[in-house]
């Protein structure tokens, strides 16, 4: 996911107002737009019959535009960065025809309408009328020319109800297929069943997918090869093959190259999405039915971050940091994100924070003989709000707050300044507008104790960074920033809303590359990331010496965005954070503005 303005930022294509119509789902591609720590390389794969260029786009997407060499007849599939496909096109000097969405998610669909604006007559295919711009709805076996190139549409509900993978041959050709599998498969994974169940996704990659030649070469929709593998080696630790192909991954991605294409045979060697009838696999989750297998593994995906084995006893599942009485509780969810449980130690009530994956969140409020009575929501996106309405079914009488009616399951909505009172523990509400409009804080603190306070700040403040204005603007960050969480007292603990650490602290290098705290921090995140241990919380005074969004009024950020005006150095950090990619060694700024930035394009 990454950083778009022409060239595809998140801002950009979420902005507007119209933009929001869009169903909470999307937000999951949005939330995680983030920093990559090299520049993603663009990739093309030759054969007689097609050609297939991997397009990155945002911070982990992948664009395909698909050759017919015969007729040099094209298409192109899921086509978030229009602009980077036209230059595509203009490069290859090919005729585009035809757009492949496989579904209707905003990092999938949504350069969609911009394409048709600029090369109008394209087809628009897809399986679902939320796609947007759709010309021809597909369904399963459906098959249509591309040149002389046959596309054969597979129907594959469950990530979304109307998910398509295009399976591609030509005739009379040696050459391997080619299917373009979306949010469906991944190397080594697959999607979340956000529209459907374990029963559909056995039956998408195992009987329709798995069922196509071995050697098909799979184009998937997102870089998440590395995450995958992690966890298919947690699945089967003595996996030979698992460990192998992590290794080459890491070294590709560190390199800035593809992990894509995989092949339908080897995805049977190490996802352990299709080793469901594996004995290794069912071993794990004391399964042996393969559709419970499948069931079990999503879940137990959903919810991991970190192989047990390598974390010491005290972080196997959260990371606890005491507050006085108060105990916070860290626990790493979904990608990138947190979640976390406020605890007061002596009544045992507990305050959840953004549960976004509510079973883990109750499995550990059992564990610990917790009483669950309420949530406090940051904002409505979907990987913080998704799991209020599932506790509420399950907690009794439980109150879900928060400043925006966009909220999942909300009980209660909170104002600017509103105090509430869990036993010794206090919350006060701070309205932080801009990411979202309806964006609140907690500030954290208990009775009668010295102990340094917590503040939860989702993703207006992050370690080393700020989030995205996608419904606001640099005044409305400033104020958050400065204002607000600025003015409370310099030793509060920050409890960010994800694991973005590195990848802002790359950019506050390239802000002020001689600013000896960004590099010591750098260097201290990069070995708790090494150690597969969070970075949370810093501290607001630590922000203040390394977080550019908080340090506007210093000689090199402003010489950086040569602007003097505190509010207009905010505005002009994020817009260059947004098109911000780190090259593996750091280039000098005007080698950085003319070829990460774009500025060099039409």
């Known amino acids: 996911m990454l950083f778009k303005s022409l060239i595809g930022s998140a801002c950009t294509l979420l902005g507007t107002a119209a933009a929001f119509k869009i169903a909470p789902v999307e937000v999951k591609a949005q939330a995680a737009a983030l920093l990559h720590s090299t520049v993603r390389k663009s990739h093309l794969v030759e054969q007689a019959s097609m050609r297939v260029e991997l ?15 015969d007729t040099r007849e094209a298409a192109v599939v899921d086509p978030v960065e229009p602009i980077k496909v036209v230059e595509a096109v203009r490069k290859h000097g090919v005729k585009l025809t035809t757009v492949l969405t496989t579904h209707h998610h905003w990092d999938h669909a949504s350069g969609n309408e911009k394409m048709v604006k600029l090369m109008p007559g394209l087809r628009v295919c897809g399986g679902d009328d939320r796609v947007d711009a759709i010309t021809k709805k597909v369904s399963h076996s459906n098959t249509f020319k591309l040149g002389s190139l046959n596309v054969k549409c597979l129907f594959t509900p469950c990530h979304t109800t109307g998910h398509i993978c295009y399976f591609v041959t030509k005739e009379n050709s040696s050459d391997p297929p080619a299917v373009f599998t979306g949010d469906t498969l991944f190397v080594a994974g697959c999607g979340k069943f956000f529209e459907g169940t374990a ?9 329709i997918l798995g069922r196509l030649p071995p050697e098909t070469r799979v184009y998937c929709g997102h870089e998440y090869t590395v995450s995958n593998l992690k966890f298919a080696r947690h699945v089967e630790p003595h996996n030979e093959v698992i460990k192998k192909k992590l290794a080459w991954a890491k070294e590709k ?7 894509i294409p995989s092949t339908l045979a080897d995805e049977f060697t190490f996802n352990p999405f299709m080793r ?7 071993d794990h989750v004391k399964q042996t039915d393969p559709i419970e297998t499948m069931r079990s593994l999503r879940k137990e995906k959903d919810g991991f971050r970190v192989p047990k084995e390598t974390l010491s006893e005290a972080l196997r599942t959260v990371l606890r940091m005491r507050v006085g009485i108060m105990k916070v509780k860290v626990i790493s969810i979904l990608e990138d994100n947190y979640m976390y449980l406020i605890i007061e130690e002596q009544s045992k009530q507990a305050i959840a924070v953004d549960p976004a994956v509510p079973h883990r969140l109750l499995e550990i409020v059992k564990r610990e003989g917790l009483c ?3 949530v406090l929501t940051t904002h409505h996106h979907w990987d913080h709000a998704r799991g209020n309405e599932a506790l509420l079914k399950e907690v009794p009488d439980l109150r879900v707050y928060g400043g925006d009616e ?11 300044a509103q105090e509430l009172k869990f036993s010794s523990i206090n919350v006060r509400c701070l309205f932080t507008p801009c990411h979202t409009s309806g964006h609140m804080c907690y500030f954290v603190w208990e009775d009668e104790c010295t102990d340094a306070p917590a503040v939860f700040t989702g993703d207006t403040l992050f370690i080393g960074g700020c989030g995205r204005f996608i419904e606001g603007t640099a005044e409305q960050m400033y104020h958050n920033l400065t204002q607000v969480l600025g003015s409370l007292p310099q030793d509060t603990k920050v409890f960010c809303g994800h694991e973005y650490t590195i990848k802002n602290l790359k950019f506050a290098m390239l802000v002020e590359p001689e600013n000896e705290k960004v590099k010591e921090m750098l260097s201290w995140a990069r070995a708790r990331d090494d150690d597969d241990k969070p970075t949370v919380p810093s501290t607001l005074i630590e922000e203040f010496e390394y977080n550019p969004f ?3 009024s210093e000689e090199a950020v402003q010489k950086f965005t040569g ?4 509010i207009e150095v905010m505005r002009v950090l994020r817009k260059e954070k947004d098109k911000f990619k780190k090259p593996k060694e750091r280039l000098p700024p005007h080698a950085m503005l003319a070829l990460e930035w774009g500025l060099l394009r039409p």
Not at 55 to 69: F, G
Not at 199 to 207: P, T
Not at 276 to 282: G, N, R, Y
Not at 563 to 566: A, E, F, G, M, R
């Open 372 to 374: 669950l009575t309420a």
């Open 550 to 552: 908080l340090r506007l």
């Open 199 to 207: 029963e559909q996704m056995y039956k998408a990659l195992i009987e």
């Open 563 to 566: 602007k003097t005006d505190p």
């Open 406 to 416: 966009r909220i999942g399951g909300l009980t209660d909505k909170v104002t600017d």
């Open 253 to 259: 991605c560190s390199n800035g190259e593809p992990t």
């Open 55 to 69: 397009l990155p786009a945002l911070s982990d997407n992948y664009m395909y535009l698909l050759i017919d060499e």
């Open 276 to 282: 469901v009838k594996e004995k290794s696999v069912q």
